[in-house]
């Protein structure tokens, strides 16, 4: 088959393409509600109104030096007389004309001042400060607003709050924020043969992976988790759980169940519940995903749905890639833009099928002799089966591989770094 012939394939019905799932799912997402936080509890949670600035920052001219506040133009007239002390916090007098202030880092520089002149460079003799005839008006000086000016549009809503940007809402004397409460996502792992770390496996049985990965990267994507067990492979007990869920969260999680054999009942059980899109991604691993609702009876609304694939790399890599962009819509981010893309040299042969594949790799250290701006290479994991969880332990990004694309070793690749598509928008 020819490179054209299978990009054309890719484009066969029935096969969803990446994006456009994330497309679909992000449409339809609402943002949850929004709560007023005090700054001391608003760190990762995301605006839900604009901060501006209500005030200058700094509010006045303040010396930057320990040193003399000055008039430059009273210099010409020789050394000049101390009349006042002012510290950081103190009020100063308007600076009596012919008289120099003694001024400590921090403190507001008094009216009438136009310079301070650092404490190093100035000679006391008889009581009066000498000072160096190059002496600039502003030198020294923090002026009024020099780092926010009031009116000043500081953060957009749907920024997620950083450490930065909580200093600087506290720098504009805001003590608490306007933001979208945390979303709730509810997780359920089904499977008959699943059983919990810390129990004996009987023949047939594994242990549940997929609830302690995926609670804990939703936890990580800014959510919070209701960690809602294991649910058996019966239709019953699948809807009846479901429902039970749904009811006290935003989005409900599923891993496994989502194929269409017979032990799979999320879809039916969803459909009976809400309403389920169930697809057959062009993703690699990761194939069947379902996205839907689930309707509340007690309140107003629904639970949005979203099923992964059993597989804990399917599970954890459609959660990067399809989940992380929903989350962040429900959070109320901006952007949903995914982390860009990174590109190295790969150290390995492959070639995609008709979906798109994201393989793990590691990017390697350099050669000895390798320049700093040498291209960063990067050697695929050798078992990059979707059971295979160690790949992910392993590895440190993602390659990933266009539907039909061939790559060979020397062939510049695009790539995610991992850690980044772990933490939240
Ligand atoms: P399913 O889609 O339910 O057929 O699951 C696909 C594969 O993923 C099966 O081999 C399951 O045993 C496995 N699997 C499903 N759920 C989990 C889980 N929570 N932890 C580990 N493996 C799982
Ligand atoms: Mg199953």
Redesign the pocket.
């Given at each position: 088959m020819s490179h054209n012939a299978k990009h054309d394939a890719c484009a066969q019905p029935g096969l969803m393409p990446v994006d456009e799932a994330i497309k679909q799912i992000c449409e339809s997402i609402q943002p949850v509600t929004t709560e007023i936080r005090p700054l001391s509890n608003a760190m990762g949670y995301v605006l839900a109104e604009p901060v501006v600035a209500g005030v200058d920052v700094p509010p006045a001219d303040n010396s930057s030096m320990d040193g003399y506040a000055i008039r430059v133009a009273d210099l010409a007239n020789g050394p000049l007389g101390v009349s006042q002390r002012i510290a950081a916090g103190d009020r100063p007098q308007p600076l009596q004309p012919g008289t120099c202030a003694r001024i400590f880092t921090g403190a507001e520089t008094p009216e009438g001042a136009d310079a301070v002149v650092m404490q190093e460079k100035v000679t006391l003799v008889d009581d009066k400060a000498e000072f160096p005839k190059d002496t600039r008006p502003g030198e020294n000086i923090r002026k009024k607003g020099q780092d926010i000016n009031q009116g000043k549009l500081l953060l957009e809503t749907g920024t997620r709050l950083d450490p930065i940007s909580l200093g600087l809402i506290a720098s504009i004397g805001l003590p608490e924020v306007v933001v979208y409460r945390k979303p709730v996502v509810a997780l359920l792992?089904?499977?008959n043969?699943?059983v919990e770390p810390g129990l004996p496996l009987q023949p047939g049985q594994?242990?549940?992976?997929?609830?302690y990965l995926l609670i804990n990267l939703f936890k990580n994507l800014g959510c919070e988790v209701i960690d809602a067990g294991i649910i058996q492979d019966t239709l019953e007990e699948t809807k009846s759980t479901l429902a039970r869920v749904a009811e006290q969260a935003d989005l409900v999680v599923t891993?496994?169940?989502?194929?269409v054999?017979e032990?799979?009942h999320v879809k039916p059980a969803v459909e009976a519940l809400g309403a389920l899109n169930l697809w057959r991604m062009a993703m690699k691993p990761g194939k069947?995903l379902a996205f839907g609702s689930i309707r509340k009876t007690q309140s107003e609304g629904g639970a949005y749905f979203v099923g992964l694939?059993?597989?804990?790399v399917?599970?954890f890599l459609t959660s990067l890639v399809v989940v992380r962009p929903a989350l962040a819509k429900l959070q109320g981010c901006k952007t949903l833009q995914n982390i860009p893309y990174r590109y190295a040299e790969a150290e390995f042969n492959a070639e995609a099928g008709i979906r798109r594949e994201y393989l793990r790799v590691r990017r390697i250290p350099s050669r000895p002799g390798d320049q700093p701006n040498q291209a960063t290479r990067v050697e695929l994991f050798p078992n990059q089966n979707s059971?295979v969880l160690t790949s992910c332990q392993w590895a440190d990004a993602l390659v990933v591989m266009e539907p039909g694309q061939k790559i060979r070793e020397g062939d510049w690749v695009k790539y995610l770094e991992l850690t980044s598509l772990m933490a939240a928008y």
């Open positions: 792992s089904t499977g043969e699943l594994i242990y549940n992976s997929n609830r891993s496994g169940g989502v194929s054999g032990e799979d069947p694939p059993g597989n804990p399917s599970a059971g």
